[in-house]
């Protein structure tokens, strides 16, 4: 869990609502076709890397898709090879067509397909069912499907019900995609992206993956959202050169919508939680006055912070302590009051709670932005990282490694169960620096919980007194996963048992295919003379309501000869 860029990731923000009838579009420039070889190329890069991307999970779906096509033509045209009869031209980039969604991808886009056609559309704010009208941007030839942005909808899908979206710029801003479904069919379909990762980037046979269990849901759908970082562009006609222009007039402040460069103004955003939704009206009401010092573009931090004051009794009324702004919201339980207040300095430091455990991190970092979650979320970590029996012949697990630390999530809440104490590193001197104060906040000694910087890769070096008979690792990588050289390191220590925690499920379902097979794509044999490991589980949580996003946990033991 690394600390993180004040950088806007829309895919990862929240939105929402809209209605089902005309969408109004801002002029996009019509993207050509790639160069078949460049494309051909490209597609080998992407199966050699895998990344995880964007591009590369909704490639993966649409493939799939087109194979099962080709089979169901086959059978119905009783043909051996399933070709199409013919194949039907594709409207010109800009038209406006009508197309019927058949499947959701993992990115949380519907795959469609016009009437008479086979040729796959990939379309947002669809779902299986919907009949929608879309304007045609891109055609991926080589690919096989094209790109189109949805406009309205023809005819509803059972599964749509547009009465349950609550934010006025839902299907505009890209942040949500799944807020005209029931919140049960939304952890379905989470629980199918995990199906699909393992199917498509694990590179195991069936029978080595265990039945993905149901997704835990969020304790709330909509207010749980603790960061949110809108942007605004600079003046229009600004260059790198010559004289800087101001602002004459308040500039959108909000995210950019998917493949737009143009900044939608958001003025309110509904999952998030209420002390960043008013800091979202603080900060506009300061940019209206204050729009003409900016002669460039900016990220605002919009963080909350918690500060806690325990209750003797669940009647006792407690005053605002010293120094809280008196726009700070209060929220009262039997146990504490909390005064939440949005922070807007990213060298700021927030203060959040996760049942009695207490975290502060620097407001600009990467910290979990759904607080509601994490306490049933740590819990499970808790319940699982220790193997469910011991024998007389099996060592107890004593020590616990946390790379990719953060400010100390797991090696904190989880330090408890190890007797040996509990390891967490990173490579951000920050967040290492935030981690130790963090142990100290909640009374853990350093014999206890202790925290060195350092490049995972080289983690194991640090640790090299800890038996890996006794060892459990958890890992929290980016986005972008473990790279080939920590698998490696990892697989040569051994440690009795890993959990792997991903916020990106599908170079999970990569990683954790190496770890099974026991060796790294190249190397010669398994392991290179370390382990291989079996899946126990895996979980997943919804840590994002309303949007496609869905976190994972994958519980590995040791395979012993």
């Known amino acids: 869990m690394a600390t993180g860029q004040t950088t806007i990731d829309v895919g990862a923000t929240p939105q929402a609502p809209h209605t089902t009838g005309q969408k109004q579009h801002g002029k996009r420039p019509f993207q050509g076709n790639h160069h078949r070889k460049g494309a051909k190329h490209r597609r080998k890069q992407q199966k050699a890397v895998q990344e995880g991307s964007h591009e590369e999970v909704l490639l993966a779906d649409v493939q799939a898709l087109l194979a ?86 023809v005819k509803p899908s059972a599964l749509r019900d547009d009465s349950r979206i609550k934010c006025q710029y839902f299907a505009t801003c890209s942040g949500c995609q799944f807020q005209m479904l029931d919140y049960d069919e939304q952890l379905k379909i989470k629980k199918n992206i995990v199906v699909k990762a393992y199917r498509n980037f694990s590179q195991l046979s069936p029978e080595l993956i265990p039945e993905v269990l149901d997704t835990i849901g969020s304790p709330l759908q909509y207010g749980y959202r603790t960061k949110l970082t809108p942007h605004f562009d600079g003046p229009p006609g600004n260059s790198r050169r ?150 007389t012949t099996t060592k107890p697990i004593k020590y616990l490694i946390d790379a990719y630390s953060g400010s100390g999530l797991f090696t904190i809440t989880q330090s408890a169960l190890f007797p040996g104490g509990s390891i967490g590193i990173d490579i951000a001197d920050k967040s290492i620096t935030y981690a130790r104060r963090n142990a100290s906040l909640n009374g853990l000694a350093e014999t206890q919980c202790r925290f060195i910087a350092a490049d995972a890769p080289q983690l194991f070096q640090s640790v090299s007194a800890y038996d890996p008979d006794e060892t459990v690792v958890v890992l929290d990588p980016p986005r972008k996963g473990c790279d080939a050289s920590f698998l490696r390191q990892l697989l040569r220590f051994a440690p009795r048992r890993v959990v792997y925690v991903s916020c990106n499920v599908h170079t999970q379902a990569r990683d954790v295919g190496v770890l099974v097979r026991g060796a790294v794509e190249g190397d010669k044999e398994a392991g290179e003379g370390g382990a291989r490991y079996e899946i126990e589980s895996i979980q997943e949580f919804d840590f994002f309501p309303q949007t496609g996003h869905v976190e994972g946990v994958a519980v590995l033991n040791r395979v012993d000869a």
């Open 242 to 391: 010559g004289p800087k222009k101001s602002h004459e007039s308040m500039p959108p402040i909000g995210f950019t919508p998917k493949a737009t460069r143009k900044v939608l103004d958001i003025e309110d955003c509904p999952i998030a939680t209420e002390a960043v939704r008013k800091g979202i009206t603080d900060e506009r009401a300061r940019m209206a006055v204050e729009y003409g010092n900016y002669t460039k573009g900016a990220t605002i931090l919009l963080r909350e912070s918690t500060k806690r004051v325990p209750k003797a009794s669940p009647t006792d009324t407690i005053e605002v302590p010293e120094g809280t702004p008196a726009t700070a919201l209060r929220v009262e339980s039997d146990t504490h009051t909390d005064f939440k207040t949005c922070i807007t300095d990213q060298n700021a430091t927030s203060t959040e709670y996760i049942d009695d455990f207490v975290f502060t991190n620097p407001a600009g970092s990467f910290f979990q932005n759904n607080n509601s979650i994490l306490p049933p979320f740590t819990a499970y970590i808790r319940e699982h990282i220790l193997p469910p029996t011991t024998t």
């Open 68 to 153: 099962s096509q080709k089979i169901s033509d086959g059978v119905e045209n009783g043909t051996e090879n399933g070709d199409a009869a013919e194949e039907v031209p594709l409207p010109a980039q800009g038209s406006e067509i009508e197309v019927e969604v058949v499947e959701l991808s993992s990115t949380g886009e519907g795959l469609a397909k016009q009437k008479g056609s086979d040729h796959i559309y990939a379309v947002s704010f669809s779902v299986p069912g919907d009949t929608v009208k879309v304007k045609v941007y891109r055609h991926n030839h080589d690919e096989g499907y094209s790109a189109a942005d949805f406009i309205s909808v």
